[in-house]
């Protein structure tokens, strides 16, 4: 691809000189770049990092699996069965890799570190503002998801430590899930979420990673070597529809989107060139697909049609393997809400302080007065939220949309205007078609998203 320069003068589009800064609030803590000034970086890109590239590879891998594996088992049923699943999935998976290169290689022509920095410095202001919107938003609802999740596995916890079912009449007011959930929100998210900096992110990438791999292991385990009581019911060979097959979409979107903090992690590398990372995201996505791809289809097969949109809470609660499962997505997603809280406020800190014309380094007392009641704001939303929307598989059908905005419809505008920035006379059939295939980005994203908006407002609120 030829090397462009894009939207170079910031000016142009309205962004202060505290752009990088704001680019800096969202870097993933995980990933090491050097300061970006005038002068530092070397012509051909960006200054260097210190990830290798297998640290690049497993840093992807982590950010890519997360709490949305439970969700995979339920999306093959929607699909309409294994087959369905598989080719669904292997479908997306060229866009989803793809959209992580044109990244890549977007952001090495604008000089830009982050992934809304990027959409800011190539498509221009309207789109940059619609990204940061978009990526409060959906770090919002991946808060309530993970809120929902750590209410869902506390409730069969509960019930085997009193030794009685789940829901029964009479239990103690303190078993009620509304109250454990918000004690467990107060206790510990409440804290993590209100420090400036979140550097205990290594810790937590530990545990998920752990979690995710020890629930895939479970879920295979039990497929293969089922307990008596577990019966699957109707497992189906064919989707009942096309718009079944949709409707998997955003999960898939949800599970595999990690492009957000995918530009950081290029960014970081020694190497930061377009055709190493694809290499690096190749890998990734195909690791990430096999543990995907694991639980869906055992978890599936295990129990047919019935599967619950959460396939922890299909296993029996006095299974003490799937117990242990349950505590380690609780540990992961009572540190991966602090961390996506963070990039959510520094989005809405960025806006606010843009739309106010106030530079990033202003008073610290100001600062912090603001982080703390936007915290507050922000936690006291999710949790009431959460409290009030039991079912989780809905949560994650909506943000599985915005999912689909990050992986085709932003990197789709940032390659078509990429190409059009390019000043041939006369354009090449490589321009044309990489035009036409970010057209197919932007088509393919913009229709999940509707898609997945419609059924919201029309299914789900006026049902």
Known sequence: MAQVSIN??????????????????????????????????????????????????FIVVNACLGAGLLNFPAAFSTAGGVAAGITLQMAMLVFIISGLVILAYCSQASNERTYQEVVWAVCGKLTGVLCEVAIATY?????????????????????????????????????DRKFTISLTAFLFILPLSI?????????????????????TAIV????????????????????????????????????????????????????????????????????????????????????????????????????????IARAFIILSVLTSYPILHFCGRAVVEGLWLRYQGMPVEEDVGRERR????????????????????PDIGKVISVIGGLAACFIFVFPGLCLIQAKLSEMEEVKPASWWAMVSYGVLLVTLGAFIFGQTTANAIFVDLLA
């Open 8 to 57: 170079s003068d910031l000016g142009e589009w309205g962004l202060s000189t505290d752009s990088g800064e704001r680019a800096r609030l969202l870097q993933s803590p995980s990933v090491d770049i050097a300061p970006k000034s005038e002068g530092e970086a070397p012509p051909g890109g960006l200054g260097r990092g210190t990830t290798s590239t297998l640290g690049a590879i």
């Open 139 to 175: 770090t919002f609802g991946t808060c309530i998801a993970f809120l929902i999740i750590i209410g869902d596995q506390q409730d069969k916890i509960i019930a085997v430590m009193a030794k009685e079912p789940e829901g029964a009449g009479g239990s103690p007011w303190y078993t």
């Open 195 to 215: 420090p400036r900096e979140i550097g205990f992110q290594k810790y937590a990438s530990f545990l998920s990673v752990v979690g995710t791999w020890y629930v």
């Open 220 to 323: 295979i385990i039990k497929y293969i070597w089922p307990d008596k009581e577990m019966t699957p019911a109707d497992i189906l060979n064919r989707p009942a529809s096309w718009i079944a097959v949709f409707n998997a979409m955003p999960t898939i979107c949800f599970g595999f989107q990690c492009h957000v903090s995918s530009v950081p992690v290029f960014n970081s590398m020694r190497r930061p060139e377009v055709k190493t990372w694809g290499g690096v995201v190749t890998a990734a996505m195909v690791i990430a697909l096999a543990v995907y791809m694991g639980t869906g289809i055992c978890g599936f097969l295990t129990f047919g049609a019935a599967v619950d949109p959460d396939v922890l809470l299909s296993y029996p609660s006095e299974d003490m393997a799937v117990a």
């Open 370 to 389: 603001r982080r703390v009641l936007q915290t507050l704001v922000w936690f006291l939303l999710t949790l009431l939220l959460a409290l009030f929307i």
